[in-house]
């Protein structure tokens, strides 16, 4: 059974750094790319970033401007997002994915972790 496990949220102040993590099991976790994305209650998901499978590659939206960003480590079959200067606006659910590099374009990966609240309070 494949589980994506995400962990690290919480209520943090404008300016602080959070860092998230996605503990995967039940699958070849070094064969998959992953991606991270998050949904602010009301609105639609939104991709945030993704990593390729060995770690060497990254891929960003505009909208991040170097304040987020992602590693992995395949000897603990985790990926990390980390976060900086978080705002008011980045309060939402955060979410890992494991697929294929270029699965953000059209958000068809594999699995899905449950998800991981974080409120940044002004």
């Known amino acids: 059974q494949v589980q994506l496990v995400e962990s690290g949220g919480g209520l943090v102040q404008a300016g602080d750094s959070l860092r998230l993590s996605c503990a995967a099991s039940?699958?070849?976790?070094?064969?998959?790319?992953m991606g991270w994305f998050r949904q602010a209650p009301g609105k639609e998901r939104e991709f945030i970033g993704a990593i390729n499978e060995n770690g060497g590659g990254t891929y960003y939206p505009v909208f991040v401007k170097g304040r987020f960003s992602l590693s992995r480590d395949n000897a603990k079959n985790t990926a990390y997002l980390q976060m900086n200067s978080l705002k008011p606006e980045d309060t939402a659910v955060y979410y890992c994915?494991?697929?294929?590099?270029?699965?953000?374009?059209?958000?068809?990966?594999?699995?899905w972790g449950q998800g991981t609240q974080v409120t940044v309070s002004s």
């Open positions: 994915a494991a697929g294929t590099w270029g699965s953000w374009l059209d958000g068809r990966y594999d699995y």
């Open positions: 039940g699958l070849a976790f070094s064969s998959y790319s």
